[in-house]
């Protein structure tokens, strides 16, 4: 059973270019969730991807977008790059559900500058 | 207006005594809690979680309280490893709403 895992593990981009991340779901699983995690706070929920609808978004601009893939993979894409956008970029898997725990990978590192 | 709060950055606990880290939150449709663990480097672990409808939730030295009247959630690590020292975040889910809301972490150090 392979985990989650999400590359690249980091990223330097300039502020108003693109960048897509990604991440391969946990065997098994069919919900992919977006976090992103800034320096010295908790994560915040970007938004999720169940059988490759998106089904919850938090309070993140339309610049950022996604897709999950049949196999259940996912990017996360963020145009026209801020400063702000700087953080750590967390996916996690599930198999969906509102209580079923969540399956992290290790991240993508993401800094504009 | 931060809805889960972990008001400790961090905590330092001898090896093999108590540590309890706390978290506080407002949100009153919240009914689901769980705690992560993160390693630098790696992404968070889940660690342990307790619905609304329960009071205490025990997994080996671990356990977690609800204080639904106080808002006020803990996890108690009995007793205290080194390989526990890491962040430990404190996430939130309302019925309703599939996402997690994370309080900013507080980092455990446990001393030799």
């Known amino acids: 059973e392979t985990g989650v895992t999400q590359s690249p593990t980091h990223l330097i981009k300039t502020r108003g270019q693109q960048v897509t991340l990604r991440c391969s779901s946990q065997?098994?699983?069919?919900?992919v969730s977006w976090y992103q995690q800034a320096l010295g706070q908790g994560p915040q929920f970007i938004f999720q991807?169940?059988?490759?609808?998106?089904?919850g978004r938090g309070n993140f601009p339309p610049r950022f977008s996604g897709l999950q893939f049949p196999n259940y993979s996912s990017e996360l894409n963020v145009n026209a790059l801020e400063l702000d956008d700087s953080a750590l970029y967390l996916c996690?898997?599930?198999?969906?559900?509102?209580?079923?725990?969540?399956?992290f990978g290790s991240g993508t590192q993401l800094s504009v500058l | 207006d931060q809805q889960v709060k972990q008001n400790s950055p961090s905590l330092s606990v001898q090896e093999g005594r108590i540590s309890i880290l706390n978290c506080d939150y407002t949100n009153s449709m919240f009914d689901y809690f769980l705690w992560y663990k993160k390693y630098p480097a790696e992404g968070p672990t889940f660690l342990i979680s307790?619905?609304?409808i329960k009071d205490k939730n025990e997994d080996g030295r671990f356990t977690v309280f609800l204080n639904k009247s106080a808002k006020h959630l803990s996890l108690h690590i009995v007793p205290s490893q080194p390989g526990d020292s890491a962040v430990y975040f404190c996430a939130a889910r309302a019925d309703s709403n599939y996402q997690l809301i994370w309080g900013a972490g507080t980092k455990l150090i446990i001393k030799p």
């Open positions: 991807y169940y059988r490759e609808e998106e089904n």
């Open positions: 307790i619905s609304s």
């Open positions: 065997s098994g699983h069919n919900t």
């Open positions: 996690a898997s599930s198999l969906g559900g509102v209580n079923e725990k969540l399956f």
